[in-house]
Structures are given as structure tokens and as C-alpha cells.
């Protein structure tokens, strides 16, 4: 029987339009959760997905690509509306990417300083770590601008800040509220020195492991920027995509249910204004500077190559009308195990590694959890070619050491390449190791140096995948993520050519079935020693 869901506009009930009225975001968070969403007995799975495209405020059609990826996550949503940390009504949306940032964390802070001073009415961010550094400095001295400017205007600006600086105080609340007084040790203003900003922080994490992961900034609800880097220092290649239209409304609904707490303000000032056209005009270019001071932001490496010209910081989008987008998320899950799979997250992620039809491309720091791996492993038996940058080294004690984290990346890949080997299909298994664009070999995690925080996924060239999720036990199973899917060929395909372009990986990085590289060149030791500092990129 051909069964036809009803559309989806009659999915009304969001939290951010509830929270407009009453300013209850707990309140009004279980309201929506307990709604029945979609009939439990529909297959969301086996309907049209023309039907399918009904659940979503899309401009059009999407791919079927995109509707099958999305019929996966909507069947997580049927199953547990709250794994979504997010109105299903907002889940299938649309929206604009004016910029991509594919370099290190200064130029993606610049982009967090330009877009804060000129708010004109609120500024949410979230992000996991918080630290004392040139990051936060960014959006110290952004935030100081602002209170000046409005200021002279008459004018006063709300400024929400969620972070997750693991505390004592978590092991008895989730969340909390600093006080004016903590503010100072957190690297921000003092309230007497902003008295036209009404700044408030809440810190929210589930212990023992229910990380708040997302990486997320909404200025005047008009714009939203979606990273994977956190405010502090590393000497990281991180991604972040500037995004305008309706997405942004999605992700405010996001930010409210991640927030949760009763906020001082008694209105957010664009709680009733969703986003409404794109602006595409408001972005300043960084600075140009050499390739070795803008990657020298940790310890210092001597560059090994030439600069061929290609690295472009920011990206600048070819201008396009709205396309398809979905915000698909995890939630934070405290229990220790690897229970929490059903989520829209890893719904989507498997679902694209399942049904792709040529290729699939992922970028991730550390690439071991169970999921993946064989999902991965299945599809080059299908003969798709997935092709893998990774990390070396990358947070080997905790996820080589630690019970139940999945291994190291050296390990796992020696392990996906004997399993494909053994029905010779390893040639479908494209590995790589990051390369920074100043280097001809990787350089060990460990050295601080040249990293990569990159979190990107792309299937046959027209649907990706971009925010805080790592391809790790951590994000698949406790963290809670923020990620938007995009349907778009030309995005897709201009976020590739960053990819090629942007590093060295494609050109020197591939490693055989032995885990030699390629190009016959010799991967660096690991140097002695454990190195858990958080602030060398330790644990988190």
C-alpha cells in the first residue's frame, strides 16, 4: 500500500515559537518531544521520495541522494524526537553558503570578531572548549566593540555564550550559570566595563560523558557559522561555513533546547524575527600572510615545500539561490556504552556510506568508531571508493588506551585494510594521512604542529556534511553534535576543490596496504612521551 505522510507544514509546533510565548525553553522543549511527530507505523524508510520531500521546507526537490540520506534521519526522529536537539519541524530546511573557511583558527576567529561587532540585537555562541587565548581574545575584543557601538547608538545587545569547560559543579547539574565575577577567568569582559551588553554564560555538561560538542555563532538570527574548532589554540586546519536564509532559524532552535536554562534577559530580542532572505554582502577577506606564519600557530615546523599559490583561506561561493539543507545532530548521552547509536547524526552517516552509488569522501581528526569502520568497510565491497583523511597520531592515548574508544588510527587503518584484502577489495579503500600545505609528509599529532580538525563528509559529488561530529566513539555514541547536511552539486564541488587545494594530503598523504606512504617517503616517528595537556590537544 502506497501510504502518503502528511505534509509537512502541518508540523507547526517548533520550541523557539513556543518559548516566543511563554519563555519556558524546558517547558516548552518537552511539548514539542512529547507531540507525535509521525505515524509509528510508517515505514519512513520504504515510502515515495517524493513523499519523503514532503517533510521538509525545501525550495525544491531535493536530490534522491539527499531524500534517502534524510528519510534515515527522519526514521531516528520517529523513533526519539529529543536525539535530535532540534524541532522536527525545523530538520529539513534550506538555505545559502556565501563562505567557507578551510585554514587555521585565527582566520576562522577573525570571521567570529567581524560578524559579532556588528550585531545589531543578539549574538548566541556555542562551542565546546572555552580557553583563555588569541580565540577568545577574538571575541573578547569583538565584544568590546559592540558594547561601544551601541553605546552611541542607544542601544543594547544580548549576548549568550554556552560553553563546556568540564567542572565539579557538573557531576550535580548539567548546566549552570557563571557568575559576573567568574567572567574575568574566562578571559571576558568585566559587566561594569559592558554596560550595553547584557553578556550571560551557561556551561552544560552531562557526566560523565555527555559532552556539549556543538560549534555553533547566530548573530541577529540572520547568520550562522558553523565550525569545528572551539575558542582556544591549536595548530589545527579547521572548517567553518557561513550560512544566511532559513537554516539559521533551524539552528536557533538548536542553540534554545541546547541552552535550556531560564535566561536573565526576560526576551530574546529576535525570538519573533526568523531569518529571512540572504544578505551576501557583509564579509571581509583576512589578511594575506605567508603559509608558514598563518600554520605556526602551535609549535613551529619548517615548511618542506613550496607555496604553489592554491591555499585560499576564504572561500568565496559562487552566488546561488537557496538549496536543500537539513540540520542533523546528536544528542548528549551520559551512560557510559555504546548504546546511543539511533540518532539523526549517525542515522545520516550510515545511510550516505550505505546508498552512495560511485564514491565517498571523509575527513575527520580520529576515524575508529565500530560503526563506521564497517560501514566503510561494506561499501568498498560494493566497489564504492571511499576515500579517508586522517589524522596520524591523533589523540592516541585516550582513543588507544581508554577502554572501548575504538583504537588508534594507525590501528584501525591496518585493520580495515586486512579485512578488504581478504576478498581483495582493498583498492576501493583510499587512505590518507594529512599533510599540511607547507609539508611532503605528515607530521605526528603529537609534535603540535600541523593538525587537522576537520569534520566533512560528501557522497557522489552532491551531498555533504559539515560541523562539530568526529568519526570517533565520543561523538557517534555520547557528544552532543551540530552538523548541517547540504544538497548541492556546485557546493559540494567548490568544498572539494578547497579540500585539494587547501592541503597536501591528495598529493603526498596516500598509504598502501602496508601503511607505507606512496610516494616512498618515510612517516616521522612519534617522539616519547604521553602529551595528555589539554592545552597541546590532549583528551578533548
Same mark, same amino acid.
Given at each position: ?159 549568550k555564550i554556552l560553553v563546556d569547560t568540564l567542572t565539579l559543579r557538573n557531576t550535580f547539574h548539567d548546566r549552570f ?187 575527520s581528526p580520529v576515524f575508529n568508531a565500530k560503526p563506521v569502520v564497517n560501514a566503510v568497510i561494506e561499501a568498498c ?69 600541523? =593538525?587537522?580538525? %576537520?569534520?566533512?563528509? $560528501?557522497?557522489?559529488? +552532491?551531498?555533504?556534511?559539515?560541523? @562539530?561530529? *568526529?568519526?570517533? #566513539? ?8 551540530? =552538523?548541517?547536511? %547540504?544538497?548541492?552539486? $556546485?557546493?559540494?564541488? +567548490?568544498?572539494?576543490?578547497?579540500? @585539494?587545494? *587547501?592541503?597536501? #594530503? ?11 606512504? %606512496? ?22
Amino acid at each position: 500500500m502506497n501510504i502518503t505522510p502528511p505534509p509537512a507544514n502541518t508540523l507547526v509546533d517548533t520550541v523557539t515559537t513556543l518559548v516566543a510565548q511563554s519563555n519556558n525553553i524546558k517547558q516548552e522543549e518537552k511539548r514539542v518531544f512529547a507531540q507525535s511527530t509521525f505515524d509509528p507505523t510508517i515505514n519512513l524508510r520504504e515510502l515515495p521520495l517524493d513523499s519523503v520531500a514532503t517533510f521538509g521546507k525545501f525550495p525544491y526537490r531535493p536530490s534522491d541522494t539527499f531524500l534517502t540520506i534524510y528519510a534515515a534521519v527522519l526514521e531516528a526522529i520517529q523513533k526519539n524526537p529529543e536525539t535530535g536537539v532540534i524541532s522536527p519541524a525545523l530538520i529539513g530546511t534550506n538555505g545559502v553558503v556565501p563562505l567557507t573557511v578551510l585554514s587555521t583558527i585565527p582566520d576562522i576567529m577573525q570571521h567570529y570578531h567581524n560578524t559579532i561587532k556588528n550585531a545589531q540585537y543578539e549574538v548566541l555562541l556555542a562551542t565546546n572548549a572555552w580557553e583563555p587565548s588569541l580565540s577568545c581574545e577574538h571575541v573578547t575584543l569583538a565584544i568590546r566593540e559592540l558594547n561601544e557601538r551601541a553605546g552611541i547608538q542607544g542601544r543594547k545587545v544580548v549576548v549568550k555564550i554556552l560553553v563546556d569547560t568540564l567542572t565539579l559543579r557538573n557531576t550535580f547539574h548539567d548546566r549552570f550559570v557563571y557568575k559576573p565575577e567568574e567572567y574575568e577567568k574566562l578571559g571576558l569582559p568585566q559587566i561594569e566595563e559592558i554596560p550595553n551588553i547584557d553578556l550571560e554564560i551557561v556551561n552544560y555538561h552531562k557526566s560523565p560523558l555527555g559532552t556539549f560538542h556543538g560549534k555553533f555563532l547566530i548573530v541577529d538570527r540572520t547568520v550562522a557559522l558553523v565550525n569545528s574548532n572551539n575558542v582556544n589554540m591549536r595548530s589545527n586546519m579547521e572548517l567553518m561555513c557561513h550560512f544566511e536564509g532559513d537554516i539559521v532559524n533551524s539552528l536557533y532552535d538548536t542553540f534554545l533546547i541546547s541552552w535550556r536554562e531560564p535566561m536573565s534577559h526576560s526576551r530574546l530580542p529576535c525570538i519573533d524575527t526568523p531569518a529571512q532572505e540572504p544578505l551576501w554582502n557583509h564579509i571581509q577577506e583576512p589578511k594575506r600572510i605567508s603559509l608558514a606564519e598563518r600554520f605556526n600557530t602551535g609549535e613551529e615546523a619548517k615548511s618542506t615545500c613550496e607555496d604553489d599559490g592554491k591555499f585560499v583561506p576564504y572561500f568565496f561561493h559562487e552566488k546561488h539561490d537557496p538549496v536543500p539543507m537539513a540540520v542533523v545532530n546528536r544528542r548528549a548521552y551520559a551512560t557510559p556504552g555504546h548504546s546511543d547509536l539511533l540518532t539523526p547524526q549517525n542515522a545520516a552517516w550510515l545511510a550516505a556510506l550505505q546508498n552512495a552509488k560511485r564514491e565517498v569522501f571523509i575527513q575527520s581528526p580520529v576515524f575508529n568508531a565500530k560503526p563506521v569502520v564497517n560501514a566503510v568497510i561494506e561499501a568498498c565491497k560494493r566497489d564504492i571508493i571511499v576515500t579517508l583523511f586522517v589524522n596520524i597520531g591523533f589523540n592516541d592515548f585516550s582513543e588507544g588506551m581508554v577502554p572501548f574508544q575504538g583504537g588508534t588510527n594507525e590501528h584501525v587503518a591496518r585493520k580495515m585494510m586486512k579485512k578488504l584484502q581478504a576478498v581483495n577489495k582493498e583498492q576501493n579503500l583510499h587512505y590518507y594521512w594529512y599533510i599540511a600545505k607547507d609539508q611532503d609528509v605528515p607530521i605526528q599529532f603529537q609534535q603540535s604542529a600541523r =593538525n587537522c580538525h %576537520v569534520k566533512f563528509m $560528501q557522497v557522489d559529488g +552532491e551531498v555533504g556534511i559539515m560541523g @562539530s561530529g *568526529n568519526m570517533d #566513539t565520543q561523538s557517534w555514541f555520547h557528544s552532543e553534535e551540530v =552538523n548541517v547536511m %547540504v544538497d548541492s552539486k $556546485q557546493i559540494v564541488q +567548490e568544498w572539494m576543490l578547497l579540500m @585539494s587545494n *587547501n592541503q597536501n #594530503t591528495l598529493k603526498y598523504g596516500r598509504i598502501d596496504c602496508h601503511g607505507r606512504l %606512496v610516494s616512498g617517503e618515510k612517516i616521522p616517528p612519534k617522539s616519547h612521551g604521553l602529551h595528555l595537556s589539554r592545552s597541546k590537544g590532549g583528551f578533548l
